[in-house]
């Protein structure tokens, strides 16, 4: 599949791209020799640089700059942790077999595919231009049946259309329905398909020898953050709102992991929750610091309605007119894209799509994914979610922990209430062992439960009181054992339970989606790829290139290098015989920035010449002067073209 680079106006093949990337060994997939296991890869040198110089910057984007606390749980997690949080009964997705291959299929997925493919067959009766993916073609050339030119009625164009514009949207049972309604098979086979079963992506596992204490393997590092909400608030000497961060490894069972680094089943996470007040908006305090910046929208409404109309406005915009739910959402949403343009996102190729419905969890207010553009299609690479209070609650429910705020009010609030005493002598050796749960029972009772029962108490002398598990499940209760009565209380502290904003990055998906951002090639030689990382993330920032092997060059090489490294400045020497031109497209491809050419001239005056990947052009100065317009660079102090003004041009050498 193609894809267009927007500053060069080059249409990109993928498979051009992918050979490159595992030629230079960004990435490559896990036990290959074995036959590899499929949504499984190994990083290799500048994939692991690469991780590591984006969640530098995520680390200096949000946790730094917002002053987050920071921690590191575990991956192992316990079965009652992801039962309470409601991942064992929900984490799933629909998957459909077909009986006679035992192929499994990612239902959404596979209407996706199917309906894509029969669109695409529309247009071609139609003699419309299809856009084609030569290498998937060919496969689907050999197997897919669905692929075929027909055209299609205009109404059902219409609906594949709506269908796939709300694609996330459809429960199990809705994914049935269109199955059997639009006839979709195994693509491969033209054969039927079972009915849609739920599938949970966890993998699941048990921790300790006696098998007795069941676990997963995290899906998503949120969980950790949640339980250690009470410490954190502790630790942040109780001052709201902030916001805890964690970087790590999680995991899912995809059904069909495809799309290379896009559906992986272990993956990096970076992630965010942000605690806040529910009351009072969620406005946020730095929020007027990114009012202004302009974004691109496709809203839950235009969604529906069947098509990806996207709107471009600012978030204060956004905000102001309620498309966004809140300030601080709207606060992380900009930030995030602040972030993606920091690493090279194309920001044409960058939308936030709202969550419709269904696709949002039950208890969210509003969700956005930041999508990039990819030969994929539009991915999702960062979630950004407001998950309410569920989280806290749920946990604080199940453990009793009290995973709330507590803050001292500023005018102490005077509630008037129904409150119950009960005669605790009598009550114990009247109901001995099940004393404990008809407590709790009358305390979870509601203050309009507790009015009517103050009534018929005065009226018969004499309650009944619903209790779970004693007796026949009810209780009576007699006038020298319970008191009800209306009265005041003044309340001092203010309890809330805080909700949390959860901006959720997939590192992988960042780091394959810029990678195809950033890809053009050469105009000269479309066969000489160049990646145009910013130096901020570039795996190596510069390339010391010795242009002889001459004894003389190597104590300058050495001091370049060492002078380098003492500046935290990641360099290579490639001291081998090729052509300079041939390491610097080696290097062009790997997305090295700069380049230092150690010539004659260095050797005599100790000068050299400073080269930039993408203009190719070069400047000539001292040694001091260039190292520090190195580090400028890799700073993001100045740019290329502020060097380019302040030091003199170097045109005397052909070095491509
Ligand atoms: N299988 C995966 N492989 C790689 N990254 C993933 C995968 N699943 C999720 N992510 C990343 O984690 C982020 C947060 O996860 P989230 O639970 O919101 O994803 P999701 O909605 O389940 O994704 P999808 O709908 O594509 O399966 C995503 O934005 C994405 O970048």
Not at 480 to 509: A, C, H, M, Q
Request: charged residues 30%; negative net charge.
């Amino acid at each position: 599949m193609a894809t267009l680079n927007t500053k060069t106006g080059q249409v990109v093949d993928r498979s051009v791209l992918d050979s490159m990337l595992r030629r230079r060994m960004f990435y490559t997939p896990s036990f290959e020799i074995y036959g590899g296991v499929s949504g499984l890869y190994d990083y290799g040198p500048p994939g692991c640089a690469l991780v590591t110089n984006i969640v530098d910057l995520w680390r200096r984007h949000f946790v730094l700059e917002e002053d987050m606390l920071e921690v590191d749980c575990t991956m192992l997690t316990p079965h009652d942790v992801l039962k309470t949080s409601g991942h064992v009964d929900k984490f799933a997705d629909w998957m459909c077999k077909d009986p006679k291959t035992g192929e499994i299929f990612r239902a959404d997925h596979l209407i996706e595919e199917v309906l894509e493919a029969r669109l695409k067959g529309d247009k071609e009766a139609r003699g419309q231009k299809v856009v084609v993916d030569e290498e998937k073609e060919a496969k689907k050339k050999k197997k897919v049946k669905e692929t075929k030119a027909v055209k299609l009625d205009d109404n059902v164009v219409k609906q594949y259309e709506e269908i796939l514009a709300q694609i996330d949207n459809y429960d199990g049972h809705e994914l049935a329905e269109l199955i059997a309604v639009h006839d979709i098979r195994n693509p491969t086979t033209g054969g039927n398909l079972l009915p849609p079963v739920s599938f949970n992506l966890m993998f699941q596992t048990s921790i300790g020898p006696s098998g007795n204490l069941p676990g997963y393997l995290r899906p998503e590092t949120a969980q950790g953050q949640f339980l250690n909400f009470q410490k954190l608030l502790e630790f942040n000497q109780q001052g709201m709102p902030f916001a805890s961060a964690s970087i790590g490894k999680s995991f899912r069972n995809e059904i069909s992991p495809r799309s290379g680094l896009l559906r992986v089943r272990e993956f990096l996470m970076a992630e965010i929750e942000h605690f806040v007040d529910p009351e009072g908006g969620k406005k946020h305090p730095r929020f007027d610091e990114v009012k202004d910046v302009e974004m691109t929208f496709l809203n839950r409404a235009v969604q529906l309605s069947g098509s990806t109309k996207t709107e471009q406005m600012t978030i204060g915009k956004a905000v102001e007119s309620g498309l966004v739910d809140n300030e601080t959402l709207g606060y992380f949403i900009a930030r995030i894209q602040l972030f993606l343009l920091k690493l090279g996102v194309d920001k044409k190729k960058l939308r936030f799509r709202q969550h419709m419905a269904n696709e949002m969890a039950h208890y969210a207010t509003d969700c956005w994914d930041a999508e990039l553009q990819t030969s994929y299609g539009w991915i999702e690479c960062v979630g950004c979610a407001d998950r309410s209070a569920y989280d806290l609650t749920v946990h604080k429910n199940k453990t009793g922990a009290p995973l709330v705020v507590r803050e001292t009010r500023a005018e102490p609030l005077r509630i008037e209430e129904w409150q119950i005493d009960l005669d605790k002598k009598k009550f114990g050796p009247r109901f001995k062992k099940d004393s404990k749960t008809v407590e709790a029972a009358v305390d979870a009772l509601s203050q309009e439960l507790r009015e009517k029962l103050a009534l018929d108490l005065d009226q018969n002398g004499k309650i009944e009181v619903d209790v779970e598990g004693v007796g026949s499940g009810k209780v009576e209760l007699e006038k020298d054992l319970i008191k009800i009565e209306k009265r005041t209380r003044v309340e001092n502290v203010r309890e809330y339970t805080p909700n949390v904003i959860e901006p959720s990055f997939g590192i992988g998906r960042i780091l394959y989606s810029v990678i195809e951002h950033v890809y053009w090639s050469r105009p000269e030689d479309a066969a000489r790829g160049v990646l145009s990382f910013p130096p901020v993330i570039a795996p190596t920032k510069v390339l010391l290139v010795p242009l002889s092997t001459h004894p003389s060059f190597r104590p300058l090489t050495q001091r370049m290098m060492a002078k380098l490294r003492r500046m935290g400045v990641a360099n290579r020497v490639d001291d081998s015989s090729a052509s300079i031109g041939k390491r610097y497209a080696r290097n062009d491809e790997l997305g090295t920035p700069f380049g230092i050419t150690i010539d004659f001239q260095s050797v005599k005056d100790n000068t050299f010449t400073l080269r930039d990947r993408d203009t190719t052009k070069q400047v000539r100065a001292s040694e001091d002067e260039i190292l520090q317009a190195v580090k400028s660079l890799v700073d993001g102090e100045e740019t290329w073209e502020d060097i380019r003004k302040r030091l003199p041009e170097f045109t005397g050498q052909d070095v491509e």
